[in-house]
């Protein structure tokens, strides 16, 4: 198996980590913690841009509707709209239509149906509910963490890796669009696995469920039987989750005693997108992801797992622009300039999804 190269100053440094502990030594809650890191690091690393991100943050997320195709979906469209929220997509596509914008760039699966409300309206969903086929009627889901299924380019048939996979959203996003062959998913636990399992089944059908979803543990190591297995993989690494972090103590990283799970995350997502660029096949597509602002965590890994692979003697790596998506969804999302390599959605108080991170890698035979 291929040795991780990287060179890990680009991690969140020891001595950094060392710096910021010290500096939090009073007693204060993970949330606490959290915040006063992110002043600390957001605030130097974006400066004027991080004041209304934090306003956003500390306020409550909004949420797109996901509407079940498995499910009666006629019927939670209407009740969808009669809470005043509108289709996104449909929305977009005439939105750009009448504002004659070239979006010929973008694939957008057509069966996919998604609900919001408009920019500026807090309106909350009511928690989704079983329809008379005892299936939930529709899966609520940060609108920023859509995008990856539509970087993705899902075409018919694909065999797909969703590499860390529980609670399952972006899982169901991929079954919503009625194209791949099969969904592996996997993930470091039993426990968050049976959670993934349980979700699933209420979204779709027992038969479709075993056609479809593949459940594998997560192993350290990858088989030589798992490489070049998957035409897409999605690598929606753990990560500091910055806006869970701000909002409850429970399962908090910035808990005290995860302080070293923390100054090591970096490495630990290094290594699954290395293994998830080994799983993928030739001319295949990875998207990695994070719920982070961090620069560490988002491009650094990126341009580190990206050098380790240099002069790979079966293929070579390349980073795919992702205007078109930038462009296509900027009603709707803020887009940080600060993002160089990829894209980061920052939480806006207007649009206030995320914080989001992606970035495209395409896998070339030689």
């Known amino acids: ?49 991080w004041n209304p991100m934090r306003l956003a943050l500390l306020t409550e997320r909004k949420y797109t509707a996901l509407v079940n195709n498995y499910s009666n979906f006629i019927e939670t469209n209407s009740k969808l709209e009669k809470l005043g929220s509108i289709n996104l997509l449909n929305f977009l596509e005439k939105y750009h239509e009448k504002n004659k914008h070239d979006v010929s760039n973008i694939h957008i699966p057509k069966n996919i149906n998604i609900y919001t409300f408009d920019n500026g309206d807090t309106s909350q969903y009511p928690s989704p509910k079983q329809n008379s086929d005892n299936l939930m009627n529709y899966y609520c889901i940060d609108g920023a963490s859509l995008l990856p299924i539509f970087a993705m380019n899902i075409q018919k048939d694909d065999l797909i890796l969703d590499l860390c996979s529980s609670p399952g959203g972006k899982t169901l996003v991929m079954l919503q669009t009625l194209l791949p062959r099969n969904i592996t998913c996997r993930d470091i636990s039993q426990n968050r696995l049976e959670r993934l399992v349980r979700m699933i089944k209420s979204y779709i059908p027992e038969n479709e469920f075993k056609r479809l979803i593949n459940i594998e543990m997560n192993l350290p190591i990858l088989h030589k039987a798992d490489e070049d297995r998957f035409d897409k993989v999605l690598v929606d690494v753990p990560c ?13 990283i910035f808990s005290k005693g995860r302080s070293e799970e923390r100054a090591s995350i970096s490495k630990k997502q290094a290594e699954l997108l290395t293994q998830g660029i080994l799983s993928c096949k030739p001319n295949g597509t990875i998207i990695y992801s994070t719920c982070s602002l961090s620069p560490i965590q988002n491009e650094g890994v990126v341009n580190a797992v990206m050098n380790s692979f240099d002069g790979h003697s079966k293929f070579t790596l390349k980073i795919e622009p992702l205007d078109y998506l930038k462009d296509y969804f900027e009603y709707f999302l803020k887009f940080s300039s600060s993002c160089k390599t990829g894209l980061l959605v920052s939480p806006d108080i207007k649009k206030n999804f995320g914080p989001f991170y992606l970035c495209k890698i395409s896998k070339l035979s030689k």
């Open 1 to 49: 198996m291929l040795k991780l190269r990287i060179p890990f100053n680009f991690i969140f440094s020891r001595q950094l980590h060392k710096e910021v502990r010290n500096k939090l030594k009073e007693k204060k809650s993970s949330k606490k913690l959290a915040l006063d890191y992110f002043d600390f690091f957001y605030g130097s690393t974006f400066g004027k841009e």
């Open 240 to 252: 500091t989750n910055d806006r869970h972090s701000l909002h409850t103590d429970e399962n908090n």
